[in-house]
């Protein structure tokens, strides 16, 4: 059973820094993509940045281009988020998913995580 575990959230203020961490177990994360989704309260979640098997393709919403940026060690089993120039509209939990193919796409997506919260306010 693959499972996925979120971890890094909290609170920063607006223009500061994060690193999501997602844990991966029962199995090789080489195998999979990953993605980072985010739900903010009252919306729908949405997909952020994914990440090939491989790390050789990266992908990411417009609203996180530039500030995000998605990385993996296979050997780890780790898959990270960096996270910068926070703001307040970042605020939201963060999932992260398992699938075959790279994809911001939340239905493409066969196992994800618990989430962690992001609070970016003074």
């Known amino acids: 059973q693959v499972q996925l575990v979120e971890s890094g959230g909290g609170l920063v203020q607006p223009g500061g820094s994060l690193r999501l961490s997602c844990a991966f177990s029962?199995?090789?994360?080489?195998?999979?993509?990953i993605g980072w989704f985010r739900q903010a309260p009252g919306k729908e979640r949405e997909g952020i940045s994914s990440?090939?098997?491989?790390?050789?393709?990266?992908y990411y919403a417009e609203s996180v281009k530039g500030r995000f940026g998605i990385s993996r060690d296979n050997a780890k089993n780790m898959v990270y988020l960096q996270m910068n120039s926070l703001k307040p509209g970042d605020t939201a939990v963060y999932y992260c998913?398992?699938?075959?193919?790279?994809?911001?796409?939340?239905?493409?997506?066969?196992?994800w995580g618990q989430g962690t919260q992001v609070t970016v306010s003074s």
């Open positions: 998913a398992a699938s075959i193919l790279p994809s911001l796409i939340e239905s493409g997506y066969d196992y």
């Open positions: 029962a199995g090789s994360l080489a195998y999979y993509a």
């Open positions: 990440i090939s098997s491989g790390g050789e393709s990266t």
